[in-house]
């Protein structure tokens, strides 16, 4: 039934990303003259890109290269430029939809179609490249978010907790050894106490990390109390027993539906995440389930990668709730789409005594850019009683 569901899903999205594939295609072929050899360039290069993600995320299944790295690489740009393709040729479609109707359009647009069509294609080209490479070099470029939180509570020697927490990292093709080492060398300069990564650490398929060796520059990490970790969607997505086995044998402790004293100060509460009913058939435990075994006394510190349900947390006892999974949209303006879906969608909230932070996470999904927000470490300076 499961694989029947999953079958239905990536059938939908496929479908999807076909049509509007299809849509831009044929939009950009009428803006080229028909005698143009422009066309057949265009049809090449459109072809590579819009097929170069699908081919590379199913070939590197089957055996890693070069060649696999580019499709992929190719692949997700296209991902992020189809998004804004799309939505500029919508605007100039309603705009000339509305023309028909209400002649406002100048007589210099007019006078010589073929040609305005030529160059709006061209003007588009280059707005979107643009756009993609800005939003590529402000994906590398991940500011530190720093939070001061204070928790009343004072039942041992400790009174502060420096805590970094780094979530949506997507290791992988994309995020690759020079990536990562610049996340963790940026972690590393905020001196930890301990450092968290709330979910999605591992971007699906297993291959990429394995073979570029990133749980070694995990080891990296340099932290008094080490660092946890907790599951989320795209662990479930790619093999999540895989993905944590891996994790663990490079040195990060991972928590599914379990808690963790540490050095006798506080509580760590990781939660599985919510994919555990749709890949795996099973119902997470409850958070009451969780905070039997959690002496209340102590300050908690909860992971859940999915920001559903935050009355959970405040009604539970959580002192502060650490989420990611939304990247904020990523791009603009899927911003605007997570902000209706998610009570937080990025930032801070209070929730009766529970301090809560969804992260717009560090590393991408899908396009190696954003354009809609900020890539961001957070540096959480608690202070007790």
């Known amino acids: 039934m499961r694989k029947r569901a999953f079958f239905i899903f990536f059938s939908i999205v496929l479908t999807v990303y076909g049509l509007i594939n299809f849509y831009i295609f044929i939009r950009g072929w009428v803006a080229f003259p028909q005698d143009s050899s422009l066309r057949i360039l265009f049809l090449v290069v459109f072809l590579i890109f819009s097929l170069s993600f699908i081919a590379g995320r199913f070939l590197e299944r089957v055996a890693l290269s070069w060649f696999t790295n580019a499709l992929v690489w190719i692949g997700s740009f296209w991902l992020g430029a189809m998004v804004y393709f799309f939505l500029i040729i919508v605007a100039i479609d309603l705009l000339r939809l509305i023309n028909f109707t209400i002649r406002f359009f100048p007589s210099f647009v007019t006078a010589d179609y073929e040609r305005t069509k030529y160059v709006t294609a061209l003007a588009v080209i280059g707005l979107v490249a643009l756009l993609v490479i800005a939003g590529y070099i402000n994906a590398l470029k991940p500011r530190i978010k ?16 420096n805590i970094v927490a780094a979530s949506d990292i997507h290791l992988g093709t994309v995020i690759c050894k020079a990536r990562l080492e610049r996340i963790v060398e940026k972690i590393n300069e905020l001196k930890p106490d301990l450092v968290l990564l709330p979910g999605d650490v591992v971007d699906e398929d297993l291959g990429p990390v394995i073979k570029q060796n990133l749980g070694e520059t995990l080891r990296k990490i340099e932290s008094r109390f080490g660092v946890v970790a907790i599951t989320g969607n795209h662990e479930y997505i790619g093999g999540v027993d895989e993905a944590c086995r891996y994790l663990v044998e490079h040195g990060i402790t991972v928590l599914r539906d379990s ?33 039997a075994s959690v002496d209340r ?52 909230k209070k929730k009766g005594n529970t301090h809560i932070y969804v992260s717009s996470g560090v590393g991408t999904w899908g396009p190696p850019m954003r354009t809609g927000n900020r890539p961001e470490i957070v540096n959480i300076q608690l202070s007790f009683g």
Request: net charge neutral.
């Open 297 to 348: 006394r102590y300050p908690i510190i909860m992971m859940d990668h999915q920001p559903f349900h935050l009355e959970e947390a405040g009604n539970g006892g959580v002192d502060v709730q650490l989420s990611g999974h939304t990247h904020h949209g990523q791009l603009w303006p899927f911003n605007f789409i997570t902000k209706k879906v998610y009570e937080l969608s990025w930032g801070y």
């Open 259 to 291: 808690s963790l004293r540490i050095d006798d100060c506080f509580y760590i509460v990781g939660r599985e995440d919510l994919s555990i009913n749709r890949f795996a058939g099973k119902k997470r435990k409850s958070l009451e389930e969780l905070m």
């Open 146 to 161: 720093t939070l001061r939180l204070t928790i009343p509570k004072d039942v041992n020697p400790t009174k502060a907790l």
